[in-house]
Protein backbone atom coordinates (compact mmCIF):
# COMPACT_ATOMS: atom_id res chain seq x y z
CA UNK A 1 0.00 0.00 0.00
CA UNK A 2 1.41 3.44 -1.25
CA UNK A 3 1.50 5.28 2.10
CA UNK A 4 0.06 8.71 1.59
CA UNK A 5 2.72 11.72 2.77
CA UNK A 6 0.96 13.66 5.99
CA UNK A 7 -0.16 17.47 4.94
CA UNK A 8 2.89 20.21 5.72
CA UNK A 9 1.63 24.00 6.23
CA UNK A 10 4.60 24.38 3.73
CA UNK A 11 2.06 22.97 0.81
CA UNK A 12 -0.03 25.79 1.20
CA UNK A 13 3.11 28.00 0.28
CA UNK A 14 3.59 28.78 -3.42
CA UNK A 15 7.14 27.81 -4.62
CA UNK A 16 8.45 28.76 -8.16
CA UNK A 17 10.26 26.36 -10.51
CA UNK A 18 11.78 29.24 -13.10
CA UNK A 19 14.29 31.89 -12.88
CA UNK A 20 11.58 34.69 -12.03
CA UNK A 21 12.35 38.43 -13.13
CA UNK A 22 12.99 39.51 -9.31
CA UNK A 23 15.70 36.75 -8.96
CA UNK A 24 17.50 37.25 -12.41
CA UNK A 25 17.52 41.39 -11.14
CA UNK A 26 18.57 40.72 -7.35
CA UNK A 27 21.49 38.14 -8.88
CA UNK A 28 22.65 40.79 -11.17
CA UNK A 29 22.59 43.42 -8.34
CA UNK A 30 24.57 40.54 -6.51
CA UNK A 31 27.17 40.00 -8.83
CA UNK A 32 27.85 43.41 -9.70
CA UNK A 33 28.44 43.54 -6.29
CA UNK A 34 31.04 40.98 -5.87
CA UNK A 35 32.72 41.65 -8.58
CA UNK A 36 34.24 43.72 -6.85
CA UNK A 37 35.76 40.95 -4.55
CA UNK A 38 35.97 38.18 -6.04
CA UNK A 39 37.34 37.14 -9.73
CA UNK A 40 35.09 34.33 -10.13
CA UNK A 41 37.34 31.33 -12.91
CA UNK A 42 34.78 28.30 -14.15
CA UNK A 43 36.57 25.03 -15.60
CA UNK A 44 34.73 22.79 -17.08
CA UNK A 45 30.94 24.26 -18.14
CA UNK A 46 30.61 22.02 -21.06
CA UNK A 47 30.01 19.79 -18.29
CA UNK A 48 26.40 20.88 -17.48
CA UNK A 49 23.32 20.09 -19.64
CA UNK A 50 21.66 23.14 -20.91
CA UNK A 51 18.25 21.86 -20.08
CA UNK A 52 16.76 18.49 -18.22
CA UNK A 53 16.98 17.44 -14.61
CA UNK A 54 20.41 17.36 -13.21
CA UNK A 55 21.67 17.79 -9.40
CA UNK A 56 24.37 19.41 -8.24
CA UNK A 57 26.73 18.00 -5.98
CA UNK A 58 29.08 20.05 -4.52
CA UNK A 59 31.71 20.37 -1.25
CA UNK A 60 30.49 23.34 1.03
CA UNK A 61 32.90 25.89 3.14
CA UNK A 62 30.88 28.89 3.53
CA UNK A 63 27.47 30.43 3.42
CA UNK A 64 28.61 32.17 0.57
CA UNK A 65 29.51 29.19 -1.92
CA UNK A 66 26.09 29.48 -3.30
CA UNK A 67 26.75 32.69 -4.60
CA UNK A 68 29.75 31.76 -7.04
CA UNK A 69 27.73 28.54 -7.97
CA UNK A 70 24.96 30.73 -9.51
CA UNK A 71 27.00 33.24 -11.26
CA UNK A 72 29.08 30.13 -12.72
CA UNK A 73 25.79 28.44 -14.85
CA UNK A 74 23.21 30.24 -17.36
CA UNK A 75 20.52 27.97 -15.66
CA UNK A 76 19.27 28.90 -12.35
CA UNK A 77 19.79 27.01 -9.65
CA UNK A 78 17.48 25.68 -7.08
CA UNK A 79 18.76 25.22 -3.80
CA UNK A 80 17.44 24.04 0.00
CA UNK A 81 18.18 26.61 2.75
CA UNK A 82 17.51 26.31 6.34
CA UNK A 83 14.39 26.53 8.17
CA UNK A 84 15.17 29.38 10.13
CA UNK A 85 16.07 31.38 7.06
CA UNK A 86 12.50 31.70 6.07
CA UNK A 87 10.85 33.09 9.19
CA UNK A 88 11.18 36.32 8.27
CA UNK A 89 8.26 37.17 6.35
CA UNK A 90 9.96 39.54 3.58
CA UNK A 91 13.10 37.66 3.35
CA UNK A 92 11.27 34.33 2.96
CA UNK A 93 9.68 35.74 -0.18
CA UNK A 94 12.77 37.20 -1.65
CA UNK A 95 13.89 33.59 -0.70
CA UNK A 96 11.33 31.32 -2.50
CA UNK A 97 11.61 34.31 -5.57
CA UNK A 98 15.18 33.30 -5.41
CA UNK A 99 14.35 29.78 -5.77
CA UNK A 100 15.41 28.39 -2.20
CA UNK A 101 13.23 26.53 -0.22
CA UNK A 102 13.38 25.33 3.48
CA UNK A 103 14.35 22.16 5.21
CA UNK A 104 14.18 21.35 8.92
CA UNK A 105 17.51 20.45 9.63
CA UNK A 106 18.51 17.65 12.15
CA UNK A 107 15.57 15.47 11.09
CA UNK A 108 14.72 13.64 8.15
CA UNK A 109 12.46 16.34 6.18
CA UNK A 110 9.96 14.75 4.00
CA UNK A 111 8.66 17.66 2.54
CA UNK A 112 11.86 19.05 1.95
CA UNK A 113 12.49 16.00 -0.24
CA UNK A 114 9.77 15.49 -2.05
CA UNK A 115 9.63 19.36 -3.00
CA UNK A 116 13.48 19.05 -4.19
CA UNK A 117 12.29 15.54 -6.24
CA UNK A 118 9.68 18.40 -7.96
CA UNK A 119 12.65 20.76 -9.09
CA UNK A 120 13.80 17.75 -10.93
CA UNK A 121 10.38 16.51 -12.32
CA UNK A 122 10.10 20.22 -13.74
CA UNK A 123 13.47 19.44 -15.88
CA UNK A 124 15.46 22.06 -13.28
CA UNK A 125 18.80 22.22 -11.78
CA UNK A 126 19.21 21.20 -7.78
CA UNK A 127 22.10 22.50 -5.70
CA UNK A 128 22.60 19.89 -3.61
CA UNK A 129 25.18 20.31 -0.16
CA UNK A 130 25.75 16.27 0.19
CA UNK A 131 27.91 16.78 3.79
CA UNK A 132 24.54 18.61 4.80
CA UNK A 133 26.88 21.03 6.45
CA UNK A 134 29.61 23.57 6.10
CA UNK A 135 33.26 22.23 6.49
CA UNK A 136 35.00 25.67 7.74
CA UNK A 137 38.24 24.43 5.66
CA UNK A 138 38.59 21.10 7.68
CA UNK A 139 37.94 19.13 4.49
CA UNK A 140 34.81 16.83 3.33
CA UNK A 141 33.00 15.31 5.76
CA UNK A 142 31.12 12.05 5.06
CA UNK A 143 28.16 12.67 2.93
CA UNK A 144 24.57 11.96 3.15
CA UNK A 145 23.06 9.74 0.50
CA UNK A 146 19.62 11.63 -0.40
CA UNK A 147 21.64 13.55 -2.94
CA UNK A 148 21.93 9.98 -4.76
CA UNK A 149 18.74 9.29 -3.76
CA UNK A 150 16.83 11.95 -5.85
CA UNK A 151 19.20 11.10 -8.52
CA UNK A 152 18.29 7.82 -8.64
CA UNK A 153 14.73 8.43 -8.20
CA UNK A 154 14.59 10.68 -10.98
CA UNK A 155 17.27 8.98 -12.92
CA UNK A 156 18.88 12.38 -14.08
CA UNK A 157 23.08 12.65 -14.09
CA UNK A 158 25.05 14.55 -10.59
CA UNK A 159 27.59 16.88 -11.43
CA UNK A 160 30.10 16.85 -9.30
CA UNK A 161 31.13 20.82 -8.18
CA UNK A 162 34.48 21.82 -6.46
CA UNK A 163 33.98 25.20 -4.74
CA UNK A 164 37.50 26.82 -4.25
CA UNK A 165 38.26 29.92 -2.40
CA UNK A 166 35.16 31.22 -0.63
CA UNK A 167 36.91 31.02 2.77
CA UNK A 168 39.31 33.59 1.19
CA UNK A 169 36.37 36.40 0.80
CA UNK A 170 37.89 39.71 2.50
CA UNK A 171 41.34 38.26 3.81
CA UNK A 172 42.85 40.31 0.92
CA UNK A 173 40.88 42.89 0.71
CA UNK A 174 41.13 45.46 -0.95
CA UNK A 175 42.75 43.04 -3.58
CA UNK A 176 40.12 40.65 -4.94
CA UNK A 177 39.19 36.89 -4.20
CA UNK A 178 40.21 34.60 -6.74
CA UNK A 179 37.21 31.72 -6.51
CA UNK A 180 37.41 28.87 -8.24
CA UNK A 181 34.60 26.87 -10.12
CA UNK A 182 35.45 23.76 -11.38
CA UNK A 183 32.35 21.86 -13.23
CA UNK A 184 33.11 17.50 -13.65
CA UNK A 185 31.92 15.42 -16.29
CA UNK A 186 27.99 14.27 -15.23
CA UNK A 187 27.98 11.02 -12.91
CA UNK A 188 25.10 8.68 -14.47
CA UNK A 189 23.38 6.04 -12.02
CA UNK A 190 24.49 2.56 -12.88
CA UNK A 191 21.25 -0.16 -13.59
CA UNK A 192 21.01 -1.58 -9.79
CA UNK A 193 23.16 0.75 -8.16
CA UNK A 194 22.79 1.31 -4.54
CA UNK A 195 22.18 5.45 -3.36
CA UNK A 196 25.77 4.73 -1.08
CA UNK A 197 27.58 3.61 -3.96
CA UNK A 198 26.25 6.40 -5.91
CA UNK A 199 27.26 8.46 -3.54
CA UNK A 200 30.97 7.23 -2.96
CA UNK A 201 31.25 7.52 -7.00
CA UNK A 202 30.42 11.29 -6.76
CA UNK A 203 32.29 12.05 -3.85
CA UNK A 204 35.54 10.68 -4.75
CA UNK A 205 35.38 12.17 -8.27
CA UNK A 206 35.12 15.80 -6.52
CA UNK A 207 37.19 14.97 -3.70
CA UNK A 208 40.31 14.22 -6.57
CA UNK A 209 39.46 17.67 -7.90
CA UNK A 210 40.02 19.78 -4.66
CA UNK A 211 43.67 20.69 -2.85
CA UNK A 212 44.81 18.04 -1.20
CA UNK A 213 44.05 19.86 2.27
CA UNK A 214 40.33 19.99 0.67
CA UNK A 215 39.53 16.30 0.58
CA UNK A 216 38.62 15.10 4.38
CA UNK A 217 37.56 11.94 4.55
CA UNK A 218 37.47 11.38 0.99
CA UNK A 219 41.20 11.76 0.60
CA UNK A 220 42.34 8.43 -0.41
CA UNK A 221 40.24 5.48 -2.57
CA UNK A 222 40.15 2.57 -0.84
CA UNK A 223 41.68 -0.43 -2.41
CA UNK A 224 39.23 -2.02 -4.61
CA UNK A 225 36.82 0.71 -4.71
CA UNK A 226 35.50 0.17 -8.17
CA UNK A 227 34.94 4.18 -9.16
Same mark, same amino acid.
Given at each position: ?77 ? *? ?48 ? *? ?98
Amino acid at each position: MTEIPSFDPRDKTRFVFHATPFRKIVLFAIRTIFGLIMKLRVEGLENIPLDGAVVLAANHVTNFDVLPMQFSLPRPIF *FMGKSSLFKIPLLEIAYRELGAFPVNRGEKDEWAIRHAAKVLAHGQTLGM *FPEGKRSKGKGLGVAKTGTARLALDANCPIVPMAVIGTDKFFRRFPFRTVVTIRLLPPILPKPGETALSLMDRVMFTLAASLPEEMRGVYAEIPKGFGG
